[in-house]
C-alpha cells in the first residue's frame, strides 16, 4: 500500500513482520502499515510499547528486549561504580545481551576488566572470570564481593574451603587464574552445563597468558557447551566463520591479544564463536617527525645528549639494526660519558624500567628493527615522551650475499632498475615476475623445490653480470634513488625500514583513555641514501608522514604538548579525575561496498579486530575518537522487481512507485533476481541479500552511529538510501560520508563532515534504472522473443553504440593512402584520400622539395589529468587493455588507496591534489617544475590521481609488502595516471618551433615540429618528440606505400571516446557497455579491433527499423541530460518517468 510520502516500496524489508513497507515508514523509523497502522509514534522505544500494545511485536521483539535490558544495565553499572558506562562499554554490553561472543578492541585505561566485572554481576546465569594471577583473583574478588556480596562469589586462591565451593557449585562466578583451569577442568565442567545454571558468561582478561596453554581452549569451549566432537570437527575445518550454532552455549568476552598466537587452535573461536583471537594494534600516531644530517654516529649521539638535556627523560633512542647488542653498549657508554645515564634494552626491566617511568633514568636505547623490544612490545603512554633515531632505520642486504633467497635478490634488482639500459631492463622485469611469488621463501625450503632454486641461481647470475658491469655500477652508486653503497670494498643495498620507523616513533604517541597522546620522532642520519628510501617507504605506509628540518619547529611548542597530554593521563590513572568521566571513544558502523576497500581503510589505522555476524566479516579499529566497525555491502542490496506493474513500477495514475526487493543470486549461473527461482536454470537462489540487511540492523543496534560510505556517485547514493531506510527503525543516527580517494587523510575528513543522503542523486539513480528496464527490458523482450535465445539484450545505450560499430564496419571498405618517409631521420606521415593517385606521388618522391620554415619560439601547456573516458583510452591505445580490464585495474588501484574514484567526468584537481604533485615534484625536479592548476572549478569530484607521492617505482618497491597481489595491468596503469596527473602540475615547456614542408606532383604536406627545447618542464615527465634535422638541405627517402581503410576498426578505447564525446554513457558504464557487447556476441574482437557479427547486424537492423526513435543517438543523449537535471534538482523525476513510458507503450512492455 502506497502511502503519501513513499518514493518507492520494499518488498521484505518491514522490520517487524518482514512484509512490504513504503519508504516514508522506513524514513520515519516505523513498521509497515498492518504491524502499525498509527503513524504518530516517533522513537524505538514508542514503536515497541505500541506493537506490545496491539500484540503485534514479531520481528522487533528482539531489538525491543535489547532496550529494556539497556536500561536496567546501564542503572546497574551506574550504581556500582558510581559513573555511567561510556559508549564503549555500552556496545560490549549489547552484544553480550544479544548473545554474542567477542574480543575486546580499546586502548589501556577505557574500563574493560570493570566491564567485565559488572557484567557477571548483572547477569543471573553463572560466570567465570579467568585472570593470570592469584594477586588479580583476590583484587577482582573484592571488587565483585562489593557488587554483589560475599556468597555469591568465589575467588579461588587455594585458601581452606576454596576447592570443595568449587566441587559443590557454591558460587554464581568463579575467578581463578589459567593455571586452575587447566589442572582442574573435570571440577568445573558440571556446573557451566545446562541443569547446573549455564550456559555461563566467561571473561578472560588476558588472553594472551590463556593462550600458553593451547589445551586451554578445548576445556573453555567445552566449558561453553561445545561438545568434543563439534570442536574436532570445527579444527579439522568444517564451517565457515561463525555459523556454527550457538544454540545453548555460553558467551565468551576476551581482551585482544597483544602477541601472535602460536597454537593454531585459535582457529576454533572464528569457527565456533565468530570471532578471531590474533594480534590487533592501533596504527594511529600524533608524532612531529624531524629530520637533521649530521656526520656520523658519534656526532649523531652528540647531537641526541644535547636534545635529552632539552627535552628531558622519556627518551627511547634507536640505532640501526646493523648496530646490534655491540653498538647499543657503545652508545650507552657514550651517553655516560656525555653525563646521561642510558639504560640498554637488554637490561629494560624490572627496577631499571620503574626507574625509567619515574624518570630517574632519561632514556634507554634499543635497535630500530621490529623483533626489539623498544620497538614492539613496551606500551608506557605517560612516561616515553620522545625517539630519537641515530642513524636511519634500514634493512641492509649484502650485494652479494652468502646465502641468497628470492627475496633478497628480488630488491637487489628492483633496487637496479632505474640506472638499467632498456633492454636489460626487460631482462629484469622478467626475473622479477619469476621470483614474485616466492619473495618468503627461505633458504631451507629451497632444497625442496629444485625447478625455484635454479630461477633463482639464474636470477643471482644475473644480478653478478650487472654489478659486474662498471658502468651500472657506477650509475648505481652515483644515483640517488638507487640505495647502493660501498662499504670497505663490500656493497650493500640499504633498504629503509618503515615499518620498524612508524612502530618505533609510535612508542611515543598511544591511544588511551584520555585520547591521542602527542609524540616526538628526531631522525640524526648520516647516509642521505638510507634516508631516501626511507622517505620513499614511508610515503607507501603513511603517506601523511612529513619530516620538519629540526632547526625549524617549536621545540618548546612541541614539548608542552607532550607533557599536558602526559599530566592529563597520570591524573586519570591516578582518580585525581573525579565524577562523571570524559567520553573520548564513540562507537560507529562505517558501511562501505567492498571487501577490500574495507580492509585498505582498517589497514589505515592498525591491525583489525575480526568477527563475524551471519558469514559477514566485521572489522574493528580504533581511531582517536571512535571504535570503528567496517562492513561492506557487496554492492547494490536491492533491485526492482520482476514481473509486477510496468516492468517493476507501480502506476497510481499519480505518481510512479518503484517496487524494489533485496537481491538473491544464483552462484552456478551467475543470475541475479529478486524473485523465488533463478531465471536461468530454475532452482531457488543460494545467496540473499536480505542476510547482509539483517546482519546490518544487528551492527546498526550496537553503535551510536551509522556513517554509509559508498562510493561518491549516484550509484552509491541509491545503496546507501537503502543502508539508510533499512536501519533507520533501529537506529536514528545515519549519516553519509563521502571520500574520493581512499587515505588515512581523507577518512578522517569525511567522519568529520557528515551529510545528510542526497535524495535528488537516489531519484536520478532510480530513473536510470526503470529506464534500464523500460528500454532495455522491452526491447530485449522483443529480439528475444525473434531470435528464440534469452541471451539477448538490448539497450538505450548499447543498442546505438552497436551502431556505431556496425557504421564503421561500412566506412573501413573506403581505402585511402599513406606514405611514410623519413626526413633526416625523422619519420613522417602523409596520407592522401586517393590510394592510386598515392601510388604516384610515392613514385615521384625523389623529386620532392623539403623546406623547413623557423616558427620561432612557443610554450607548450601539459595535457589534462585523466578521467574516465581518457584513460581508458590510452589504457587501450597504449597498453592493449580492454576496457573491462582497466576499469579492474583502477578499481584495484582506487581500494588499495593508491588513486582517487575512478569514475568521474571531472578533471578537476583538489587542493589535496595539489598538494601531492608540489611534494614530489620539488623533491625530484625542483620547486620551479611546479606550477599549480586546478584545470576545472567546483563539483565534488575531480580528476583520477594517485592519492599519495608514490610514483610507479616505489609503488613496485611497495609491492614487496602489501600491494604485491596486483592485477598484472595494474602498474602499468598507475604510471600512465601518475605521468599524466605530474605533468597536469609542471611549468609549461619553452620550445623552439618549425613547419615541415613537402610538394611534389601538386601535393603539398604541412607538418607543426619540435626544433628543440629551450626550457624543461612537464617533458620531463612526458617526454616530446624533437625532430633533429642535419642541416639546411633537407633530403627526404622514402619508407613505405600502404592502402589502408579510410576509418580503421573501432578499438574499445575508441569505443569509450566515442561514448564519450557523444554523451552516450556514463563514466561507471562505460566498459560495462563495451563488454556486454561482447557477451552476447553482437561484436568480435580480433587483434585488439572490434568486428560486428551478422547476429549483431541483424539485431541491429530489426531494433533501428522497428523502434527508430528509442534506439537512436539523440533519444538516449537527451535523456542522459535530463537525468543530469535530475541529479541537480532542476527536473522533476516523475516528469522524466511520464515520459518515458511512452517507450513501454509503443514498445509493448
Known sequence: MVERGDLALFRRMCPNCGGEIGSGRLDRGLPCGKCLPEADVSDLAAVCHALEHEGKLEGLGPACELSLRMEDFTSFFKGKVGSSPWSLQL????????????????????????????MAAFLPRRSYIIVPTKLLVEELSRRLRGMVGEEEVLGYIG?????????????????????????????????????SGGPGFFFIDDVDSFLKASRNIDRLLELLGFSPQEIAAALRGRGDAGTASKAGKGILVVSSATAQPRTKRVILFQRLLGFSVQRTGFQLRKVVDVVEKVGGVREGLSRAAELIRELGPGCFLYLPQHAGQEGVAEAVEALGRLGLEAIPYQLFRGEARERFQRGEVPVAVGLSHQGNPLVRGIDLPEAVRYAIFVGTPVIRIPARPRTPTPGNIFRLLLALRPVLPPEERERTDACLESLRP?????????????????????????????LGDREVLAAALSSPDVPLVEEKGELFLLIGDGASYLQASGRTSRLTAVGLTQGLAVLFYHEPKAFHSLRRRLRALHPGIRFLKLGEVDLDGIRRRIDADRERLRGFLSGKIPGEREDHLRTSLMVVESPNKAGTIAGFFGRPQRRWLRGIPVLEVCLEDRLLMIVASLGHLTDLVEGEGIHGVLDTGQRYIPIYAPIRACTRCGEQTTGERCPRCGQPPDTDKLETLLALRELALEVDEVLVATDPDAEGEKIAWDIYLALRPLNPSIRRVEFHEVTPEAIRTALKSPRDISLDSVKAQMVRRIADRWVGFSLSQHIQARYHRRNLSAGRVQTPVLGWTIRREEERRKLKGVIRARVDGFLLTMEHPDPKETEAIFRELHRARVSLEDEGEGELSPPPPHNTASLLVEAGEKLRLPAPEAMACAQELFEKGLITYHRTDS?????????????????????????????????????????????????????????????????????????????SQMREVRVSKGRLIVEVKGFRWEEEVILGILSHGFDLVLPLEVARFAGEKLSLQPVELRAVPAAPPLTQAALVQLMRQRGLGRPSTYAKIVSTLLERRYVVE????????????????????????????????????????????????????????????????
Open 907 to 983: 578533471v578537476r584537481v583538489s587542493p589535496a591534489g595539489i598538494r601531492v604533485a608540489e611534494e614530489y615534484i620539488a623533491e625530484a625536479f625542483g620547486r620551479e617544475f611546479f606550477s599549480p592548476r586546478r584545470w576545472a572549478e567546483g563539483g565534488a569530484h575531480e580528476c583520477i590521481r594517485p592519492a599519495r607521492p608514490l610514483d610507479p617505482e616505489g609503488l613496485r618497491e611497495a609491492l614487496l609488502g602489501e600491494y604485491r597481489e596486483l592485477r598484472p595491468g595494474t602498474i602499468p596503469l598507475y604510471r600512465l595516471i601518475w605521468e599524466r596527473f605530474l605533468a
Open 159 to 195: 585458601r581452606k574451603g576454596d576447592k570443595e565451593r568449587v566441587r559443590s557449585g557454591d558460587f554464581r562466578i568463579l575467578v581463578t587464574t589459567n593455571a586452575f583451569l587447566q589442572r582442574n577442568f573435570p571440577l568445573l565442567a558440571p556446573w557451566f552445563r545446562p541443569e
Open 1086 to 1149: 580480433r587483434k585488439g579491433f572490434l568486428f560486428p557479427t551478422r547476429l549483431g547486424r541483424d539485431v541491429y537492423r530489426y531494433l533501428s527499423e522497428r523502434f527508430p526513435r528509442w534506439t537512436s543517438e539523440e533519444f538516449t543523449r537527451e535523456l542522459e541530460k535530463r537525468m543530469d537535471l535530475v541529479e541537480s534538482g532542476e527536473a522533476d523525476h516523475q516528469e522524466v518517468l511520464r515520459e518515458l513510458q511512452a517507450v513501454v507503450e509503443e514498445v509493448g512492455g
Open 91 to 118: 556496545s560490549w554490553a549489547k552484544r553480550v545481551l544479544m548473545g554474542r561472543s567477542f574480543a575486546i578492541l580499546a586502548p589501556t585505561g577505557v574500563g574493560k576488566t570493570t566491564f567485565g566485572l559488572v
Open 438 to 466: 616466492y619473495l618468503d621463501m627461505g633458504p631451507e625450503r629451497l632444497e625442496r623445490y629444485p625447478k625455484i632454486k635454479r630461477r633463482l641461481e639464474e636470477a643471482l647470475s644475473f644480478l653478478d653480470r650487472l
